[in-house]
């Protein structure tokens, strides 16, 4: 369990590490806002494993998201990159 949390951490790390000073100030803007647009892809930066989520209808709180559209599409595919394989279930 432990070297499953620090695992998490160490990616959520790396992951934080590829945005540009420009792109912090946007995702620090972002998080701001209260919610996420319907469609709008994000990760959860708690929950890696799940990997790009779409918001639904319903509003999706901010608080420990990273939303696609306050990045570079180059960054967002280093993201991508950085991402655990999805859990099979």
């Known amino acids: 369990m432990k070297n499953t949390k620090e695992t998490e951490y160490k990616i959520r ?4 590490k590829l ?6 100030a946007t995702v620090s803007t972002a998080e701001a806002a ?4 319907p469609g709008d892809e994000f990760l959860d930066l708690e929950h890696l494993d799940q990997g ?3 918001a639904p209808r319903k509003t999706t709180p901010m608080g420990r998201v990273l ?6 599409e180059k960054t967002w595919k ?4 950085k991402l655990p394989a999805p859990s099979a279930v």
């Open 13 to 16: 790390e790396t992951i934080l």
């Open 78 to 81: 280093k993201i991508l990159k």
């Open 19 to 24: 945005l540009s000073d420009d792109e912090v």
């Open 67 to 72: 939303a696609k559209k306050s990045v570079h």
């Open 34 to 37: 209260t919610s996420l647009s």
């Open 52 to 54: 790009v989520q779409t």
